[in-house]
């Protein structure tokens, strides 16, 4: 089993950066894109990125292109997501999630693992 702890949250102002973490464990690891997802109150879930483990290529929601940037540590199986310039649209509980295969996708339903999330509130 595979499994996924985020960190990093927190409250900040506008214009103001955060780097949230994605510990990935698990004995039978398996995982080869891994994705970051959020959800507002009210709002379903969306894609904010993605990145494959193995050759690093990353992908972007249009929202938040030119500010997020992903990241790995393939050492210390953790993937980073560190934030720019936030803006309060961006305020919403932060979901790290795999999936086995190198296709990165951005619909919630083709990933097979998920952290519990993490809080970001952009104040402003």
């Known amino acids: 089993q595979v499994r996924l702890v985020e960190s990093g949250g927190g409250l900040v102002q506008t214009g103001g950066s955060l780097r949230l973490s994605c510990a990935a464990s698990?004995?039978?690891?398996?995982?080869?894109?891994v994705g970051w997802f959020r959800q507002a109150p009210g709002k379903e879930r969306e894609f904010v990125a993605a990145i494959k483990w193995t050759s690093g290529s990353t992908y972007y929601a249009d929202s938040v292109k030119g500010r997020f940037t992903i990241s790995r540590d393939n050492a210390k199986n953790t993937v980073y997501l560190q934030m720019n310039n936030l803006k309060s649209e961006d305020t919403a509980v932060y979901y790290c999630a795999g999936r086995n295969l190198a296709l990165v996708v951005t619909a919630t339903g083709q990933y097979s693992y998920w952290g519990q999330g993490t809080q970001v509130t952009v104040s402003s």
């Open positions: 698990g004995r039978d690891f398996s995982i080869y894109t």
